[in-house]
T-cell receptor, first 114, second 112 residues
Framework: NAGVMQNPRHLVRRRGQEARLRCSPM?????VYWYRQLPEEGLKFMVY????????ESGMPKERFSAEFPKEGPSILRIQQVVRGDSAAYFC????????????FGPGTRLLVL | GENVEQHPSTLSVQEGDSAVIKCTYS??????FPWYKQELGKRPQLIID?????GEKKDQRIAVTLNKTAKHFSLHITETQPEDSAVYFC???????????FGKGTKLSVKP
């Protein structure tokens, strides 16, 4: 049973470009969470999705950021018109259920904006 | 919303000593409290978790205690080893929501 998969592992973008981060949850998991981690800091919740639904996006910036989890395929976190402040590690986690359930983290995507 | 405070931010111990990390939370509706270990450049890995219906849980050298009245929980590592060196994060779920609110982390260094 493969763990949570994320790709790419490293992504370099120039200011103004778009970044697309992908997350495939563990088999049997239907809940996906995205977190952002700045260097030397903790993880900040961004968005929580189930298949075809955004459940909670209270941690996501209102502009330039969007997320989806389609019926088929991975969850995608999209950052449009990236700025240097978007440079961070982006982790996704998955769980079979939402409340009181263990979240398993993927290896992360390290985004560097030049 | 939920707020999680974690102390200390750095902790240095001698190999074989115990290490204790403490966290407090603000939302009395939170009912799930995991602890993650993150090595440099790696993903956070769950090491132990506790749900609000128990006060203590132990797994070999690692234990977690929960005081719901005081809204705090602690991680205890006994007989520390150099490979325990990492950043440890506590977290609490956001009440009825599934997302986790993390503390800022504790950098544990175990000196041989």
């Amino acid at each position: 049973n493969a763990g949570v998969m994320q790709n790419p592992r490293h992504l370099v973008r120039r200011r103004g470009q778009e970044a697309r981060l992908r997350c495939s949850p563990m088999k049997g998991h239907s809940h996906v969470y995205w977190y952002r981690q700045l260097p030397e800091e903790g993880l900040k919740f961004m968005v929580y999705l189930q298949k075809e639904n955004i459940i909670d996006e209270s941690g996501m910036p209102k502009e330039r950021f969007s997320a989806e989890f389609p019926k088929e395929g991975p969850s995608i976190l999209r950052i449009q018109q990236v700025v240097r402040g978007d440079s961070a590690a982006y982790f996704c986690a998955s769980s079979p259920l939402a409340v009181q359930e263990t979240q398993y983290f993927g290896p992360g995507t390290r985004l560097l904006v030049l | 919303g939920e707020n999680v405070e974690q102390h200390p931010s750095t902790l240095s111990v001698q190999e074989g000593d115990s290490a204790v990390i403490k966290c407090t939370y603000s939302d009395s509706a939170s009912n799930y409290f995991p602890w993650y270990k993150q090595e440099l450049g790696k993903r956070p890995q769950l090491i132990i978790d506790i749900r609000s219906n128990v006060g203590e849980k132990k797994d070999q050298r690692i234990a977690v205690t929960l005081n719901k009245t005081a809204k705090h929980f602690s991680l205890h590592i006994t007989e520390t080893q150099p490979e325990d060196s990492a950043v440890y994060f506590c977290a609490a779920n956001g009440g009825s929501q599934g997302n986790l609110i993390f503390g800022k982390g504790t950098k544990l260094s175990v000196k041989p």
